[in-house]
């Protein structure tokens, strides 16, 4: 008998590349979900569109001239608000780089929208002062940190649009609800003149109003 030809090997199949090339992105995702909830304990969770056209409808000011978003994340809220108010100023703030690069790219495939940057910048130390529209969807801590900032601050008259969380010690001026797969609430306020106990306001301005 001769000798038995050995079997062809079995070509490497684009299934297997396709299978391949998923398995990577989703273990990419989930390392990335991983360390963005660790460095920004908040989980990157992208607004639905219900929720952002909601948040939109609750400015009460027609013409504001700075919107800020507080996290912007993938960029959705940002993008939203750059097209509702063309003659207002966006800036979006947030502090991981891979959903900073994705709000660039998707920015790039919209360029009839010139009014919104994206900055990778903490917004702890960034000024508040010149910001008409503030809006932000983070966490509980993250609003008990950014409660005495806002007041210390944003001008009168200024708005604040939450997404799901609540700041501890203002009065909200409204809130409502989005229905969807899960209900979310959206919490409306507005700065005032009254000013937040001093025990709850920034060291710097506490330290001005005892010396005063």
Same mark, same amino acid.
């Given at each position: 008998?001769? $000798? ?6 079995? *070509? ?7 299978y391949a090339v998923l398995t990577c992105v989703m273990l990419a995702v989930v390392a990335f979900n991983e360390y963005y909830q660790r ?17 939109? $409808? ?36 947030? =502090?991981?780089?891979? *959903? ?14 010139? $009014?919104? !940057?994206?900055?990778?910048? $903490? ?13 932000? &969807? ?25 997404? !799901? ?10 809130? !409502?609800?989005?229905? =969807?797969? &899960?209900?979310?609430?959206? &919490?409306?306020?507005?700065? !005032? ?8 306001? *920034? ?10």
């Amino acid at each position: 008998m001769g $000798n038995i030809p050995p079997k062809p090997e079995r *070509p490497f199949s684009m299934l297997t590349f396709i299978y391949a090339v998923l398995t990577c992105v989703m273990l990419a995702v989930v390392a990335f979900n991983e360390y963005y909830q660790r460095k920004m304990k908040v989980s990157p969770m992208p607004t639905p569109q219900s929720t952002r056209k909601a948040m939109l $409808n609750c400015i009460h000011q027609k013409s504001p001239k700075v919107i800020a978003e507080l996290g912007s994340g993938w960029g959705g809220i940002a993008l939203a608000a750059a097209a509702r108010y063309p003659q207002a100023k966006i800036i979006g703030f947030e =502090g991981s780089l891979i *959903p900073l690069l994705f709000s660039k790219m998707r920015l790039l495939l919209h360029p009839e929208i010139k $009014n919104v !940057t994206f900055e990778n910048k $903490n917004f702890f130390e960034s000024d508040m002062q010149d910001i008409d529209v503030v809006l932000c &969807y983070l966490s509980n801590p993250h609003m008990s940190q950014l409660e005495p900032k806002l007041d210390h601050e944003l001008k009168c008259g200024a708005e604040i649009v939450s997404s !799901t969380f609540y700041m501890p010690h203002w009065r909200a001026r409204e809130k !409502t609800t989005v229905g =969807g797969l &899960y209900d979310t609430d959206i &919490y409306i306020y507005e700065k !005032t003149e009254a000013p937040l106990p001093q025990s709850l306001a *920034p060291p710097a301005a506490a330290a001005a109003a005892a010396a005063a």
